[in-house]
């Protein structure tokens, strides 16, 4: 079996990886980009916010990216009948096929110059010079830095820090209902959320291209299997009607959702390593968002794997002070959005205040800061309303 020498060994080609290849292959390194899952459609909601557009607007033109324009967020309180639309301005929010999304980013790393290593990789260990990964009988990878980029299950992350603890994991599992989001239908450029409290988390409807993708996603340690969540996603698309006659193609992914604790003292690096994306825990633990996260954390990781000496302390520090810091704020404010309570009072509030859905649609569109929360609600002048929404828990 031949090796391969390179620079970086990227192990996942997802957004994280697949960013991090371009813009190494761009920087003139020698990059390989190992895995065996493309072409693939990724279990989520699909939603691609306007700033991770923006971020890979060098090497994405949107125009190319099948997708969905979402207009509005329909909060929905399905118990009580009750619902109120937050309208989303132009370039907040798409949804896309995570197979089409994910194949232009690999493309565009391997038109860089990244050569994509087709296989599975199945170990990683440190040699005297670095790396090596083992992707099978026919693929063996050199390199003197590694990115870990291969989501919450990730093996470099397995290998070289720990895994992911059980309560460290959301489940996203539910269906996509394929026929449901025709041009015609209502739910065309609508995506649809509940918080929910039993257990803790939220419901979604995301009209992709060709389907919706429904689902619920919730603490994997709460109790609750992914077949229970999946029954419960069934009873709320008959309640809200949202998938008639379509079929229904079940699914489940690991997501990581750390706590306040978790994010202060993430392990996102070592000496010549380098973990992003969901691989380093960057999800946003309400919301669940990390595609945006996982481009950016990718562009620092191609940043630290090219600058000598220490990088992966300095990479620890930008993740930490760019990244988690935020997301840290957000697991402090999760137990109480999904209260039964502030569920309440959050449709009271959307249907009360133009100034709180304005900041509702800047944290769906992933503009507005966790760190920032508390004073823009106090900025829209409803102190009283958004007192009882940050005192809800």
Known sequence: MDTLNVDVAIVGAGPAGSRAAFCLARAGARVALIDGSHPREKPCGGGVTGRALALVADAVDAARLPSRRIRTARFVDASLGRSVTV??????????????????????????????VASRALDVTRSPDGFVVDAGPRHRVAARRLI????????????????FARAELSIATGYFAHGAASPESPMHN????????????????????????VGICAQADARATAGDLRSRTARWIDRLALAEGARLEPYSWPIPSLSAAGFRSLTVSGPGWFLAGDAAGLVDPITREGIYFALRSGELAAQAALSPGASHARYREQVQDEIAEDLAIAARYKAGFFRPRFARLLIDALTESAGIRTVMAELVAGRRA???????????FEVGLAWRLLTAS
């Open 87 to 116: 309208p989303l301005e132009g370039d907040a929010l798409v949804v896309a096929s995570r197979a089409e999304f994910d194949g232009l980013l690999l493309d565009a790393a391997r038109h860089a110059g990244a050569r994509f």
């Open 148 to 163: 870990g980029a291969d989501g919450a299950n990730s093996l470099v992350r397995r290998r070289l820090a720990r895994p």
């Open 190 to 213: 609508d995506i649809v959320v509940e918080m929910a409290a039993d257990p803790p988390g939220y419901l979604w409807s995301f009209p992709r291209p060709g389907h919706l993708a």
């Open 370 to 380: 966790y760190s920032s929360l508390k004073w823009s609600l106090a900025g829209t």
